[in-house]
């Protein structure tokens, strides 16, 4: 062959690719729509590709295509059950005042979450916490202990926040009290999923006041979301 012959080419044309990645893109989404909802009921175990797609538009083999195997997909419905909970706990309460209101604002926000079923099992984290706690240590496991730590971490900075305000008495130990506000949120999603207890918001709502109120928070500040239960 000639040195100066010219290069064959190959590949379509920018916009075609550009819109199959987008499709692709569209289609990976949907499939982790419907994914996480039902690892939420059935478990991350639960996931196959062929319950999937009996339940989105996208063959098996497509599935497969996406994601690799399924150890692939449950590390993505984990990514996304993330971006899933910052979009609904996260942020709608981080653009708030800082301090004892963001971590108030906070906590009701994932009371919301769980009452409102954003995952149709309740809270995606709690349940996967559940079915891998006595797992041996693996990416799909590691990647739920990773999201709880960050969560846990996440409260005790704003907790810490309203220690340095001085909205929550000096000396309070936040790690304790980051770990009985997450006790309350996880028997509150608990009591309402397994147990059907109609009252179980109303009273993790009363118990993280109470919490709150005995850090030395001002009982006024956490009212302000008009719920008064």
């Not at 409102?116 to 693996?138: H, I, M, Q």
């Not at 220690?163 to 000396?171: C, D, I, K, P, Y």
């Not at 397994?194 to 993280?208: E, S, T, V």
């Amino acid at each position: 062959m000639s040195a100066s012959a010219p290069a064959a080419t190959t590949g379509a044309a920018p916009g075609a690719v550009d819109g199959r990645r987008l499709r692709g893109d569209r289609t990976r989404r949907a499939v982790l729509d419907r994914a996480v909802h039902a690892a939420s009921v059935e478990g991350l175990d639960g996931l196959t590709f062929g319950t999937l797609a009996a339940s989105v538009p996208v063959n098996k083999s497509g599935i497969a295509g996406l994601f690799g195997s399924k150890e692939g997909l449950q590390l993505a419905v984990v990514a996304h059950a993330r971006d899933v909970y910052r979009a609904t706990v996260v942020l709608p309460a981080a653009g708030g005042e800082p301090g004892l209101a963001r971590l108030w604002s906070t906590v009701l926000a994932w009371l919301t979450y769980s009452e409102e079923r954003v995952f149709d099992g309740g809270c995606f984290f709690r349940a996967a916490a559940t079915e891998l706690d006595a797992r041996t240590p693996g990416p799909v496991r590691d990647a739920v202990v990773a999201a709880l730590r960050d969560w846990d971490a996440y409260l005790v900075r704003l907790a810490t926040g309203a220690v340095e305000r001085g909205e929550l008495a000096e000396g309070t130990d936040v790690g304790q009290l980051v770990f009985t506000l997450d006790a309350v949120l996880d028997r509150a999603d608990l009591a309402s999923v397994l147990l059907a207890d109609p009252d179980a918001y109303a009273r993790a709502r009363r118990a993280a006041r109470g919490l709150l109120a005995a850090a030395g928070a001002d009982p006024a500040a956490l009212s302000a979301d008009g719920l008064d239960d």
